[in-house]
């Protein structure tokens, strides 16, 4: 089993910039990959949309709207992944997610949620 915990997130104003933070505990086995994902408030029936994710190679992927504004990390030494988000935009705003799986098994772990609100 592996544990999520994030932290962060908040109240921030169009054009300003928050930091996600995800900490992961447990079964924790290389090769990861660590993931946010985030729910829009309007669209609670669909499902989340990946923002970005980081291996522990250190390869990412980000969604188009975030490139450039989104930058995602991680810190193999204590299993931390961070989400720098800036240039926030209130369609930003969403509950966001940490994702966590390992290659070596078909769990995926999540984390409990972060509230993103910006506001114009």
């Known amino acids: 089993q592996v544990q999520l915990v994030e932290s962060g997130g908040g109240l921030v104003q169009a054009g300003g910039s928050l930091t996600l933070s995800c900490a992961a505990s447990g079964r924790v086995l290389r090769p990861d990959i660590f993931g946010w994902y985030r729910q829009a408030p309007q669209a609670p029936g669909k499902q989340r949309e990946l923002v970005a994710l980081i291996t522990s190679s250190g390869s990412t992927n980000y969604e188009d709207s975030v490139k450039g504004r989104f930058t995602i990390s991680r810190d193999n030494a204590k299993n931390v992944a961070n989400l720098q988000m800036s240039s926030l935009k209130p369609e930003d705003t969403a509950v966001y997610y940490c994702?966590?799986?390992?290659?070596?098994?078909?769990?995926?772990?999540w984390g409990q949620g972060a509230q993103v609100t910006v506001s114009s």
């Open positions: 994702n966590y799986r390992t290659t070596r098994s078909t769990n995926v772990y």
